[in-house]
DNA sequence: TCCAATAATTTGTAAATGCAAATAATTGAC
DNA sequence: GTCAATTATTTGCATTTACAAATTATTGGA
């Protein structure tokens, strides 16, 4: 990074992000709602019974805040928690409630609203370029620390 | 949003957003910094000496999170603050101090190797359609509630 | 001049967040 | 079959964050 913020990629990724962050989270909050609820339930909209790091990885959530998260949305009836008795017993699995499913319904229109907006005056070929781009931005950045880069953090050297 | 995440804009945003502020920030920590004072310090290090209003816009940093963040920079001798004397006396300047300036010298080429990374296999003109299409995204967003459609939270009828 | 309205910043406070450590369960080597 | 290493999730705890209310200062009338 040298020249304007303008220029900086991270910067405009983030500036944009955060504007529409801003503006859905106010929108739905009268729904009784937020936006990290809003990810897990459309996470689980596109497929339920989830583990919790599936979930934590499709929503970008952090997992100790997802448990909490969760947590939360268990009180409020939204999901229901289960120990996966068949398969890997170590791993939980959160599938949505009927009232889950009523909130996300609601929340949905708002959700299609929002990609209608942010994409005003996009012709439909540069909108598919935008998504590509930020499908291999976020596949360039598998590599580097703190990611998914599971083998990185597991790798070893062999018995000193 | 209806069909597979994967082709929700939103989603894609917050998710290589997301990523890439994970990995830098992970990274400059032990620089001894956070991603949001980098943010404060690159907004300083285009162009020192800003109000806080303008600062948070900028960083897209909520005020009220600023100010502390603004406070515990203070005290680590990164920035100062004074009030305006000339001009709007309700203003506060902030402005980078020489410490500040030596680890802005320090966090540059981190946030310039991401850029790389993040753009890595991308065709300069490539990279420049996206930077202009996330542009587009911020300013098509500038209308909706919440965001910097300052005239609608002080639009008032005439006098009841 | 004095005041009401507006604007910039900070503060109160409760909730969300993230790292590291703890817990729970699985797996593979022997 | 047992045990060390690995993996999934949760918990402890200190920090960060955001909304709303309070504070400080400006501005434009009457």
Redo the contacts with the bound molecule.
Sequence with gaps: MMGPLEAYLPYLLNRAGARLA?AF??EV?PLGA?L?IWRVLAALRERDRR????L?LTTA????????????MERRGLVA?R?AERG?????IVRTTPEGRRLTARLVPVARRYETVALAGFAPADAEQLKDALRRLYANLDALP?NGDAAAS?R?EKRP
């Design positions: 801003a989270q106010a909050r937020s990290q583990r919790m790091g599936d934590a959530i952090e997992v100790s805040t997802l448990t909490r998260l969760v947590d939360t928690r120990r890997d017993g170590r791993t939980i703190a597991t070893k």
